[in-house]
T-cell receptor, first 112, second 115 residues
Framework: DAKTTQPPSMDCAEGRAANLPCNHS???????VYWYRQIHSQGPQYIIHGLKNNETNEMASLIITEDRKSSTLILPHATLRDTAVYYC?????????????FGQGTELSVKP | EPEVTQTPSHQVTQMGQEVILRCVPI?????FYWYRQILGQKVEFLVSFYNNEISEKSEIFDDQFSVERPDGSNFTLKIRSTKLEDSAMYFCASSETAVGNYGYTFGSGTRLTVV
């Protein structure tokens, strides 16, 4: 089972920041937080990942709380094309098997 | 940007028939994966593959399933005798490293319909 909890759905106005929360209260010290998204049944797309420091890339920012029990994915200026299901996944950094355990994710709807 | 290519995009097959789903991973990637997603359900891990052997497989990946990298570029998933419940989207993925430091790149998927 997925080790994360996410709200099933969220709305966001186009051009505004989308803040997607994730709870991972049982995360272990050697587990990373990964975010993926899936646009309308396409293959999942990697967004960002982090261990304990905040991370930023061209797609998004990841804010991880100091106790690492929760995180927030921030899309700074959401567009209609960001409408997708967003998955927060925790996994062991050195897991050689490559298994990602997907939960139900958050369905983000960006509205004009 | 490099892509993982999957063919065919759609496949319809009769129950009991064998199907082969094909994937061309990104050329410098060494780790390969298959996932599936039944309509309306979660994405599920099937199998990971490295150095010409399976690294890990899920309970779903039973004796009816097999994977192969026949020629150094293609990566295939074979279902020996399809069942109605095998109907799903099948996603191939690849990564440079085992731990996916740069993320896993997924293909667009093959929609398999078993009738």
């Amino acid at each position: 089972d997925a080790k994360t909890t996410q709200p099933p759905s969220m709305d966001c106005a186009e051009g505004r920041a989308a803040n997607l929360p994730c709870n991972h209260s049982t995360i272990s010290g050697n587990e990373y937080v990964y975010w993926y998204r899936q646009i309308h049944s396409q293959g999942p797309q990697y967004i960002i990942h982090g261990l304990k420091n905040n991370e930023t890339n061209e797609m998004a920012s990841l804010i991880i709380t100091e106790d690492r029990k929760s995180s927030t994915l921030i899309l700074p200026h959401a567009t209609l094309r960001d409408t997708a299901v967003y998955y927060c996944i925790v996994r062991v950094a050195f897991d050689q098997g490559g298994k990602l355990i997907f939960g139900q994710g958050t369905e983000l709807s960006v509205k004009p | 940007e490099p892509e993982v290519t999957q063919t065919p995009s759609h496949q319809v097959t009769q129950m009991g028939q064998e199907v082969i789903l094909r994937c061309v991973p990104i050329s410098n990637h060494l780790y390969f994966y298959w996932y599936r997603q039944i309509l309306g359900q979660k994405v599920e891990f099937l199998v990971s593959f490295y150095n010409n052997e399976i690294s890990e497989k899920s309970e779903i990946f039973d004796d009816q399933f097999s994977v192969e990298r026949p020629d150094g570029s293609n990566f295939t998933l074979k279902i020996r005798s399809t069942k109605l419940e095998d109907s799903a989207m099948y996603f191939c993925a690849s990564s440079e490293t085992a731990v996916g430091n740069y993320g896993y790149t997924f293909g667009s998927g093959t929609r398999l319909t078993v009738v």
